[in-house]
């Protein structure tokens, strides 16, 4: 990347990188060109840009960005956080071997055992944070190491350097699923990860009024085999969705300071109140994977998950009855969102599976918002106590 911003400091990168103003009118913010193709001085003699699946100028500002964000040196945009996921599949073959995270997003699971299975990979699902359950877990055949960090929705922590030496040691890829951390949080391509993937609908976009995802990375040989897969494949997303993303991300540094404050003040809150039985937030001395959590990121994260005393029918009654927080699927936007995974964002692993994971059908998870902290733990309280 010849890019002006490259060095410069995570915020400076954030407003400007990947986006000098529009060369033709000085516009400073990156237009939505809404072309598909583009005119040709002579044949193959362009700008850069021959047809819009293949190259597109509001998306390259985005995967400039992206790159300069997570420290990489390239990035690829996708039409979502799982189409991100899916080209990284593709670059493997059938007969190959994913070792995956067991606490992982459902839909990546989903993708896994229900899409990928069928063409041939085989995976094998532990706890990423358990050293020794990795590498016993990885065959001859092994291939790629998939893990999630903070964890979805129980919000443990995976040494990422330490997983990088093993994954190195036996000549495979880590991915890194960055989407709870984000790049302001936490680096992984810095600690050794080979790919970083997102689904920037969540904290990149950070306004819910977006689907998309990407993959960054610092090695040309893996950037050339996605590149090649996202031409091939066409699940690329369109000029205005890339157009979101980068005035997400902008602000991203911002944002998460204010999510990560208020998760801390409703988790210390949640923690201390009589009718919760269990707090899960890696910003909480009694986490236990703390250290970890502190040696790894700059803040512990927005998302809190936590369960009721009274189990799943008080549960499902308290997440219907707040008021700030949207019962809603996803997480990441300036509001806070409050849901159920077992009924929701993980209905799609089987309950043996989420139970092993810890994942109760009690839990609820919290996407906590920018907005102000005494209204966010106001609005549990009078949940909490109306659910009882
Ligand atoms: C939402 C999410 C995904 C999937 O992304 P989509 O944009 O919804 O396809 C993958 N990983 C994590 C951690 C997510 O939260």
């Known amino acids: 990347m ?26 400073i913010m990156t237009p939505v060109y809404l072309t598909s193709t583009y005119v040709q001085e002579a044949p193959d003699v362009h700008k850069g840009f021959d047809y819009a699946r293949t ?36 670059m493997l073959s059938s007969g190959d071997h994913v070792v995956s995270c067991n606490d992982l997003y459902g839909g990546t699971y989903r993708l896994f055992t229900k899409v990928m299975e069928r063409f041939g990979l085989t995976f094998s699902f532990v706890s990423a944070y ?3 359950a990795v590498e016993k877990a990885i065959t001859p055949k092994t291939k790629l190491l998939w893990v999630e960090t903070p ?9 990422i350097k330490e997983l990088a030496k093993l994954a190195k040691a036996k000549g495979i890829l880590l991915a890194v699923d960055n989407t709870f951390a984000t790049p302001y949080l936490q680096q992984p391509l ?11 609908t969540k904290y990149m976009g950070g306004h819910s009024d977006v689907v998309g995802g990407a993959i960054v990375g610092r090695d040309k040989g893996l950037f ?42 409703v988790a210390k809150h949640l923690l201390e109140h009589p009718e919760i039985a269990l707090v899960h937030y890696p910003g909480l001395p009694i986490h236990k994977h703390y ?3 502190k040696a790894q990121m700059r803040l512990a994260g927005g998302i809190i998950s936590f369960e009721l005393k009274g189990g799943l029918e008080r549960a499902k009654r308290m997440a219907g009855l707040t008021k700030v927080f949207s019962l809603a699927e996803s997480l990441g936007g300036v509001e806070s969102l409050i849901g159920h995974p077992a009924t929701m964002t993980h209905a799609s692993i089987p ?20 907005e102000d902290a005494e209204d966010l733990v106001a609005d549990l309280d009078q949940a909490i106590q109306k659910s009882l």
């Open 224 to 265: 050339d085999k996605l590149k090649f897969i996202q031409n091939a494949v066409g699940a690329v997303p369109g000029p205005l969705d890339c157009f979101l993303v980068l005035r997400g991300t902008k602000t991203l540094a911002l944002r998460m300071e204010k999510h990560c404050a208020n998760a801390l003040k």
């Open 151 to 159: 964890s979805n929705p129980m919000l443990l922590i995976s040494d």
């Open 291 to 293: 250290g970890l959590a």
């Open 130 to 132: 358990d050293l020794g």
């Open 190 to 200: 810095a600690m050794g990860a080979d790919l970083v993937v997102h689904s920037t």
């Open 55 to 90: 190259n597109h100028p509001t998306r390259l500002a985005l995967e400039r960005n992206l790159a300069a964000l997570e420290d990489g040196s390239w990035g690829l945009c996708f039409g979502s956080g799982s189409a991100a996921a899916h080209a990284v599949m593709t």
């Open 2 to 27: 010849t890019e002006p911003f490259e060095k410069a400091r995570f915020a400076t990168k954030a407003v400007h990188a990947g986006q000098p103003p529009d060369p033709t009118t000085g516009a």
């Open 351 to 370: 309950r043996e599976e989420r139970l092993k994971a810890g994942l109760t059908d009690g839990l609820l998870r919290l996407s906590v918002g920018i």
